[in-house]
């Protein structure tokens, strides 16, 4: 038995979207019910000052933010700043504020590493690790990426699409050069697509033709139970209606296709991937 056996690797995604109102939130909330209907120990990590997922999510206690978690940045200290979420057992959350918009500057070198620092020693107490990115490519997505493993790209089937995907998938590939050797995009997600119209077919089309192995099968319907879930503050796995039960089937197919994803990865890159990972100092 190798080393790697003993060696616990939560799947680590940051959720990305390059503009609002594409659905970025929404995905994370859907996996992170995944996760909890799994019972695996999950921690969301708000990284948009909209702080929409903290909202959500019902913390207790919103006292420690990743506003001052990137403030302080030493290794582990996001620990500090774990609070449970209202959803029940498992499920945490370091929750975000509005005063996380002036972390959206680079400040001096190494400011990308910050979160990566923050979260060490903290991801190894969970299963799942999801990181909910503001609608922006700046500081603060770079953070996410340099901290994490799989990096989902949210997107609509609309006009700005392909651009947009191609420039998250493109921050992507430069994180991945310098901070984080082992990042890979787990795939372009397009909500609200209505394939039916010939506006929606036809970027559907485009977006296929431009990354055929990075668009992703899956369709999340839109069901008014998503909006009536987050406005009661639990996950819509938990609310009783047969929309929220066909959201969630979704949500829960994305979520086996992340945990394969981070499974293959671990295995493909191995221990040495996961040292470089943790301290960001190491090359392979």
């Known amino acids: 038995m190798g080393q790697n056996a003993h060696h616990h690797v939560p799947m680590t995604c940051a959720v990305v979207a390059q503009k609002g109102g594409v659905g970025k939130t929404t995905t994370l909330l859907g996996l992170a019910g995944a996760a909890w209907e799994r019972g695996l120990r999950t921690l969301v990590v708000d990284l948009d000052p909209q702080a929409n997922a903290t909202s959500a999510m019902d913390p207790a206690s919103t006292a420690y933010s990743t506003n001052d978690v990137l403030a302080d940045a030493r290794s582990g200290v996001a620990a500090d700043a774990v609070v449970a979420s209202g959803w ?3 499920i945490d959350l370091i929750p975000a504020e509005r005063a996380l918009e002036h972390r959206a500057v680079p400040e001096g070198r190494d400011s990308t590493l910050r979160l990566r620092l923050a979260l060490e020693g903290v991801i190894d107490n969970y299963d799942v690790v999801l990181v909910d990115c503001p609608p922006s490519l700046g500081e603060l997505t770079r953070n996410a990426l340099a901290a994490v493993r799989l990096a989902l790209v949210v997107t ?3 006009f700005f ?3 947009g995907a191609a420039a998250a998938l493109e921050a992507i590939e430069v994180v991945r050069g310098s901070n984080n ?3 890979r995009p787990a795939g372009v997600l397009v ?3 209505r394939p039916q119209t010939s506006e929606h077919a036809f970027r559907l089309v485009e977006l296929e033709a431009a990354y055929p192995n990075l668009i992703l099968p899956y369709v999340v319907p839109e069901r008014i139970a998503v909006q009536q879930a987050q406005g009661a503050c639990v996950p819509v ?3 009783r ?3 929220a039960r066909e959201v969630a089937d979704v949500y829960d197919d994305l979520l086996d296709m992340l945990l394969t994803k981070a499974a293959e990865t671990v295995a493909d890159l191995g221990v040495s991937a996961t040292m470089t ?3 960001g100092t190491e090359s392979s």
């Open 181 to 183: 050797l082992v990042l």
């Open 237 to 239: 796995q938990a609310w």
């Open 241 to 243: 209606s047969p929309g």
């Open 88 to 90: 029940g057992p498992g």
């Open 277 to 279: 990972f943790s301290t």
């Open 156 to 158: 609509e089937p609309s």
């Open 161 to 163: 699409a392909l651009p």
């Open 191 to 193: 909500n609200r697509s």
